[in-house]
Structures are given as C-alpha cells and as structure tokens.
C-alpha cells in the first residue's frame, strides 16, 4: 500500500493533471451483517472519481462487468450491488441501487447534509497524515480520518465533503469498517447504471416487505425456474412453506444495516 500510495502523492503534485482526470480508489470493508454474532463479512470495494462525479462499488461487480467487456465467458453475472452509491455533486443527487427478488431499483435523492465535526487530532496512516473527524448520520456515530494531501473531497459510500480522502472510516462499534488500500489513476470513465427501476422510499419499504411475505412469488408464478433436489440428487417439487420460512429468518438476521435508522422493520 505505500508505494502505491506514495506513486500517487506524486502523480497529485501536479494538480492540472487532476482535472479531468479519472482516479480510483480501493477500500477494504468489514461489516457485520448480524448485530447479534461477531461474525464479519469482507469486501474489496471501489470508488472511482472524477470532477464532480463518483461511484462506489464492489470489486467482485467491476470484475465481472471486465471480463464480459473482453469477451470472456461469464456464466452468471455478479449482482453485488450492496452498498453502491453514485454521486453527482454538481446536480446535488446520490443515486443508490438495491436489488429485490429478480428486479433492480434506485433511490434517488439529494446529498445529505453531512455535519462533520473536525478535530486537531492527528495521526499517520502508512506514512500518510490524516487528521480526525466525526459525524452522526442515520443512527451510527462515525469516527473518519483524512487525508489534506490527497485533494479529494470523497470518500466510501455516501461520506464526502471533508477537506482531503477519506482514509479510514468506521462506526464506534466497528459494525462498518473502510479503510483505503490502494489509488491509481485511471484513464477510463466513470460508468453510471441505468436498468434500475427508480423508486421513492416509501415506495423501496413497500417493496422489502412484500418480498418478505412472499420472497418466491417470482418462481410460484412461473417467471423464474428453480430446480430443487433432495440428497441423492432428483428433482423434487419444491416446499414453498418451507423454504419461505427459511429465507425470512435470513431476512430477519440481516438486521444491520449501514444506515441503522432505515432499518426494515420485519413482522
């Protein structure tokens, strides 16, 4: 991570080449996904910048979406669109994508209003100072450390707006943890999704629910196939009671999410 941030520092010295230029930065999260288990899940994510536009998304999403540009093979396309954001600073907007059952939706709004809290606390991160700030938003208590020296008012998913990259940044009970550990230019585009139905919030609560009362409406009304077999391999008919059970536990048990005050309230 030092050398390839110390490329970096060096490559930003000369700030006419950062104008219109695309940079993107990698980030290491750890999350957890039940707030009840110490259990933690990991994700190699991406934010790509330039000017006044950014994406954040998973790595596994950009690996895909290469291999299917270079004409390789994919059998099944990567629907990791968890914790995606794109930002628009120049319209004001974030757009952020969700995935429920077979359709794909966005939520549309404008950029919160982020009440950071900077401190004249310092410290050094791989050879990089950063400086301390904090922020309440939608139930967490975030602690974030940036970077004055990387000229990037951005950060992972919808934080932004501090005076430099957000290097570190965690909630005080370390349920979400990114830390950067790696940038690089690049000299591709910023690409924006776009076979996202849009929806409203309420509109979005409306949907989980649904899907919670009947998460296999999709396959019972025959607009998808799943093929189920019982352990010496043949087909059975499937147990929709059973099976609907099963995947509202899982529902149930995903009771963390990144913005705790949004949480689903499950029946």
Avoid at 82 to 102: P, Q, R, S, T
Wanted: proline share 3%.
């Amino acid at each position: 991570m030092k050398k390839n941030i110390l490329t970096f520092l060096f490559i930003l010295s000369c700030l006419t080449a950062f104008q219109g230029q695309t940079y993107r930065i990698y980030y290491q999260m750890t999350y957890k996904i039940d707030s009840t288990k110490n259990e933690s899940a990991n994700k190699k994510m991406l934010l790509d910048v330039k000017d006044e536009i950014s994406k954040f998304y998973s790595y596994d999403l950009y690996h895909i979406d290469s291999l299917a540009l270079h004409n390789v093979d994919v059998r099944t396309k990567s629907a990791d669109f968890d914790f995606m954001i794109a930002k628009n600073k120049k319209e004001n907007k974030i757009e952020k994508y969700y995935i429920i059952g077979l359709d794909r939706y966005s939520l549309k709004e404008d950029c919160p209003k982020l009440d950071w809290k900077i401190t004249e606390e310092t410290k050094n991160i791989d050879n990089i100072n950063c400086q301390k700030a904090t922020l309440h938003y939608k139930g967490r208590d975030w602690t974030a450390w940036f970077a004055k020296e990387i000229p990037f008012q951005e950060g992972p998913y919808v934080f932004n707006s501090l005076p430099g990259l957000i290097i570190d940044i965690r909630d005080s009970g370390d349920n979400y943890i990114f830390t950067m550990t790696e940038l690089k230019k690049d000299n591709g585009e910023v690409n924006m999704e776009t076979d996202f139905i849009p929806v409203t919030q309420k509109q979005l609560n409306k949907l989980y629910l649904d899907y919670y009362n009947d998460p296999y409406k999709e396959l019972k009304a025959g607009k998808a196939v799943m093929k189920v077999v019982d352990e010496s391999g043949r087909v059975v008919t499937p147990n929709f009671k059973q099976l609907t059970e099963f995947k509202q536990k899982l529902l149930k048990n995903n009771n963390n999410p990144i913005e705790l005050s949004e949480a689903i309230k499950y029946p």
